[in-house]
T-cell receptor, first 115, second 113 residues
Framework: AQSVTQLDSHVSVSEGTPVLLRCNYSSSYSPSLFWYVQHPNKGLQLLLK??????LVKGINGFEAEFKKSETSFHLTKPSAHMSDAAEYFCVVSPNTGTASKLTFGTGTRLQVTL | KAGVTQTPRYLIKTRGQQVTLSCSPI?????VSWYQQTPGQGLQFLFEYFSETQRNKGNFPGRFSGRQFSNSRSEMNVSTLELGDSALYLCASSGRQLTDTQYFGPGTRLTVL
Protein backbone atom coordinates (compact mmCIF):
# COMPACT_ATOMS: atom_id res chain seq x y z
CA ALA A 1 0.00 0.00 0.00
CA GLN A 2 1.11 3.55 -0.59
CA SER A 3 0.58 6.75 1.36
CA VAL A 4 1.75 10.33 1.54
CA THR A 5 2.16 12.59 4.55
CA GLN A 6 2.07 16.33 4.17
CA LEU A 7 3.95 17.63 7.15
CA ASP A 8 2.28 21.05 7.37
CA SER A 9 -1.44 21.70 7.17
CA HIS A 10 -0.88 25.43 6.80
CA VAL A 11 2.08 27.48 5.56
CA SER A 12 2.23 31.26 5.51
CA VAL A 13 4.86 33.20 3.54
CA SER A 14 5.36 36.79 2.46
CA GLU A 15 5.14 37.68 -1.20
CA GLY A 16 8.56 37.40 -2.82
CA THR A 17 9.95 34.91 -0.30
CA PRO A 18 10.63 31.20 -0.96
CA VAL A 19 7.98 28.53 -0.61
CA LEU A 20 8.60 25.05 0.83
CA LEU A 21 5.78 22.54 1.12
CA ARG A 22 6.89 19.23 2.61
CA CYS A 23 5.76 15.75 1.61
CA ASN A 24 6.97 12.30 2.66
CA TYR A 25 5.78 9.16 0.92
CA SER A 26 5.53 5.48 1.62
CA SER A 27 5.29 2.95 -1.17
CA SER A 28 6.06 -0.70 -1.73
CA TYR A 29 7.13 0.12 -5.24
CA SER A 30 9.14 2.84 -6.86
CA PRO A 31 6.30 5.36 -6.92
CA SER A 32 4.92 7.95 -9.24
CA LEU A 33 4.47 11.20 -7.33
CA PHE A 34 2.52 14.33 -8.16
CA TRP A 35 1.74 17.75 -6.80
CA TYR A 36 -1.70 19.19 -7.53
CA VAL A 37 -3.04 22.63 -6.61
CA GLN A 38 -6.65 23.54 -5.86
CA HIS A 39 -7.83 27.13 -5.88
CA PRO A 40 -11.10 27.96 -4.10
CA ASN A 41 -14.12 26.58 -5.91
CA LYS A 42 -11.92 25.21 -8.66
CA GLY A 43 -10.85 21.73 -9.70
CA LEU A 44 -7.40 20.28 -9.21
CA GLN A 45 -4.59 21.38 -11.47
CA LEU A 46 -1.43 19.35 -12.00
CA LEU A 47 1.71 21.25 -11.01
CA LEU A 48 4.27 18.57 -11.73
CA LYS A 49 4.87 14.83 -11.71
CA UNK A 50 7.74 12.43 -11.05
CA UNK A 51 7.76 9.11 -12.88
CA UNK A 52 11.27 7.72 -12.29
CA UNK A 53 13.07 9.95 -14.75
CA UNK A 54 15.01 13.00 -13.50
CA UNK A 55 14.83 13.41 -9.73
CA LEU A 56 14.46 17.20 -9.98
CA VAL A 57 11.13 17.90 -11.59
CA LYS A 58 10.13 21.31 -12.91
CA GLY A 59 6.48 22.22 -13.09
CA ILE A 60 4.27 25.11 -14.01
CA ASN A 61 4.31 28.60 -12.49
CA GLY A 62 7.92 28.28 -11.28
CA PHE A 63 7.35 25.33 -8.96
CA GLU A 64 9.73 22.40 -8.73
CA ALA A 65 10.13 19.30 -6.58
CA GLU A 66 12.99 16.94 -5.84
CA PHE A 67 12.52 13.20 -5.40
CA LYS A 68 14.82 11.92 -2.64
CA LYS A 69 14.58 8.18 -2.26
CA SER A 70 16.91 8.02 0.74
CA GLU A 71 14.64 10.44 2.62
CA THR A 72 11.36 9.24 1.02
CA SER A 73 10.55 12.86 0.37
CA PHE A 74 9.10 14.89 -2.47
CA HIS A 75 9.08 18.49 -1.25
CA LEU A 76 7.63 21.28 -3.40
CA THR A 77 9.52 24.56 -3.70
CA LYS A 78 9.29 27.91 -5.41
CA PRO A 79 11.95 30.63 -5.19
CA SER A 80 9.58 33.56 -4.89
CA ALA A 81 5.92 33.42 -3.82
CA HIS A 82 3.23 35.38 -5.60
CA MET A 83 -0.17 36.34 -4.26
CA SER A 84 -1.79 34.12 -6.87
CA ASP A 85 -0.05 31.07 -5.35
CA ALA A 86 -2.42 31.14 -2.37
CA ALA A 87 -4.29 27.84 -2.61
CA GLU A 88 -4.45 24.27 -1.28
CA TYR A 89 -1.65 21.98 -2.41
CA PHE A 90 -1.86 18.20 -2.50
CA CYS A 91 0.97 15.69 -2.64
CA VAL A 92 -0.22 12.56 -4.45
CA VAL A 93 1.13 9.05 -5.01
CA SER A 94 0.01 6.36 -7.43
CA PRO A 95 0.16 2.66 -6.61
CA ASN A 96 2.59 1.40 -9.22
CA THR A 97 5.50 2.71 -11.16
CA GLY A 98 4.28 4.78 -14.05
CA THR A 99 0.61 4.46 -13.12
CA ALA A 100 -1.49 7.61 -12.93
CA SER A 101 -4.82 6.10 -11.87
CA LYS A 102 -6.17 5.28 -8.40
CA LEU A 103 -4.34 8.21 -6.86
CA THR A 104 -3.79 8.51 -3.11
CA PHE A 105 -3.89 12.11 -1.88
CA GLY A 106 -2.24 13.71 1.09
CA THR A 107 -4.31 15.80 3.48
CA GLY A 108 -3.30 19.03 1.81
CA THR A 109 -1.30 22.12 2.75
CA ARG A 110 -2.99 25.47 2.65
CA LEU A 111 -0.55 28.13 1.42
CA GLN A 112 -1.21 31.67 2.54
CA VAL A 113 0.72 34.51 0.87
CA THR A 114 0.80 37.88 2.62
CA LEU A 115 1.96 41.29 1.43
CA LYS B 1 -9.29 21.76 -26.20
CA ALA B 2 -12.17 21.92 -23.74
CA GLY B 3 -11.49 20.64 -20.26
CA VAL B 4 -13.37 18.14 -18.15
CA THR B 5 -16.93 19.25 -17.52
CA GLN B 6 -19.19 18.16 -14.70
CA THR B 7 -22.91 18.68 -14.29
CA PRO B 8 -24.59 19.85 -12.26
CA ARG B 9 -22.17 22.04 -10.33
CA TYR B 10 -24.37 22.11 -7.22
CA LEU B 11 -27.02 19.74 -5.88
CA ILE B 12 -29.14 19.62 -2.77
CA LYS B 13 -30.84 16.35 -1.85
CA THR B 14 -32.45 14.85 1.23
CA ARG B 15 -31.55 11.67 3.06
CA GLY B 16 -32.78 8.51 1.37
CA GLN B 17 -32.90 10.00 -2.11
CA GLN B 18 -30.61 9.01 -4.91
CA VAL B 19 -28.51 11.22 -7.15
CA THR B 20 -26.76 10.99 -10.51
CA LEU B 21 -23.73 13.09 -11.41
CA SER B 22 -22.34 13.46 -14.90
CA CYS B 23 -18.83 13.91 -16.25
CA SER B 24 -17.70 14.63 -19.80
CA PRO B 25 -14.00 13.94 -20.31
CA ILE B 26 -11.55 15.81 -22.47
CA UNK B 27 -12.04 14.92 -26.11
CA UNK B 28 -10.06 11.77 -26.93
CA UNK B 29 -9.69 10.66 -23.33
CA UNK B 30 -11.10 7.22 -22.59
CA UNK B 31 -10.44 6.92 -18.87
CA VAL B 32 -12.65 8.60 -16.29
CA SER B 33 -11.99 8.48 -12.54
CA TRP B 34 -14.18 9.71 -9.70
CA TYR B 35 -13.04 11.08 -6.33
CA GLN B 36 -14.86 12.26 -3.23
CA GLN B 37 -13.53 15.26 -1.29
CA THR B 38 -14.71 15.97 2.26
CA PRO B 39 -13.18 18.07 5.05
CA GLY B 40 -12.87 15.02 7.29
CA GLN B 41 -11.64 12.34 4.91
CA GLY B 42 -9.90 14.46 2.29
CA LEU B 43 -9.73 13.24 -1.28
CA GLN B 44 -10.60 9.59 -1.78
CA PHE B 45 -10.65 7.50 -4.95
CA LEU B 46 -14.05 6.05 -5.83
CA PHE B 47 -13.58 4.20 -9.13
CA GLU B 48 -12.18 4.40 -12.63
CA TYR B 49 -13.80 3.49 -15.91
CA PHE B 50 -12.03 2.75 -19.16
CA SER B 51 -13.79 1.74 -22.37
CA GLU B 52 -17.08 1.28 -20.53
CA THR B 53 -15.51 -1.11 -17.98
CA GLN B 54 -14.63 -0.48 -14.38
CA ARG B 55 -10.84 -0.77 -14.23
CA ASN B 56 -10.15 0.20 -10.60
CA LYS B 57 -12.27 0.57 -7.50
CA GLY B 58 -11.77 2.26 -4.15
CA ASN B 59 -13.19 1.33 -0.76
CA PHE B 60 -16.70 2.70 -0.90
CA PRO B 61 -19.99 0.90 -0.23
CA GLY B 62 -22.12 -0.48 -3.01
CA ARG B 63 -24.43 2.55 -2.79
CA PHE B 64 -21.83 4.27 -4.94
CA SER B 65 -21.86 3.07 -8.52
CA GLY B 66 -20.88 4.33 -11.91
CA ARG B 67 -20.94 3.65 -15.58
CA GLN B 68 -19.33 4.86 -18.74
CA PHE B 69 -20.88 5.27 -22.14
CA SER B 70 -19.43 4.56 -25.56
CA ASN B 71 -18.58 8.26 -26.00
CA SER B 72 -16.51 8.05 -22.75
CA ARG B 73 -18.94 10.23 -20.79
CA SER B 74 -19.44 8.86 -17.30
CA GLU B 75 -22.13 9.01 -14.65
CA MET B 76 -21.87 8.34 -10.96
CA ASN B 77 -24.88 7.30 -8.90
CA VAL B 78 -25.33 7.36 -5.17
CA SER B 79 -28.41 5.61 -3.81
CA THR B 80 -30.03 5.99 -0.39
CA LEU B 81 -28.17 9.18 0.39
CA GLU B 82 -26.74 9.74 3.86
CA LEU B 83 -25.70 13.00 5.50
CA GLY B 84 -22.09 11.86 5.25
CA ASP B 85 -22.31 11.77 1.47
CA SER B 86 -22.21 15.56 1.41
CA ALA B 87 -19.02 16.29 -0.47
CA LEU B 88 -17.35 17.68 -3.54
CA TYR B 89 -17.29 14.96 -6.19
CA LEU B 90 -14.45 15.34 -8.66
CA CYS B 91 -14.10 13.67 -12.00
CA ALA B 92 -10.78 13.25 -13.79
CA SER B 93 -10.05 12.08 -17.31
CA SER B 94 -6.91 10.71 -18.90
CA GLY B 95 -5.75 8.95 -22.01
CA ARG B 96 -5.71 5.22 -22.62
CA GLN B 97 -2.43 4.54 -20.84
CA LEU B 98 -2.33 4.05 -17.09
CA THR B 99 0.65 6.41 -17.11
CA ASP B 100 -1.30 9.31 -18.57
CA THR B 101 -1.84 12.38 -16.42
CA GLN B 102 -5.27 12.86 -14.90
CA TYR B 103 -7.02 16.16 -15.59
CA PHE B 104 -9.72 17.19 -13.14
CA GLY B 105 -13.04 18.89 -13.60
CA PRO B 106 -14.40 21.63 -11.30
CA GLY B 107 -16.50 19.16 -9.33
CA THR B 108 -20.11 18.77 -8.24
CA ARG B 109 -20.93 20.03 -4.75
CA LEU B 110 -23.52 17.68 -3.24
CA THR B 111 -25.33 18.68 -0.05
CA VAL B 112 -27.49 16.10 1.69
CA LEU B 113 -30.04 17.48 4.16
Amino acid sequence: AQSVTQLDSHVSVSEGTPVLLRCNYSSSYSPSLFWYVQHPNKGLQLLLKYTSAATLVKGINGFEAEFKKSETSFHLTKPSAHMSDAAEYFCVVSPNTGTASKLTFGTGTRLQVTL
Amino acid sequence: KAGVTQTPRYLIKTRGQQVTLSCSPISGHRSVSWYQQTPGQGLQFLFEYFSETQRNKGNFPGRFSGRQFSNSRSEMNVSTLELGDSALYLCASSGRQLTDTQYFGPGTRLTVL
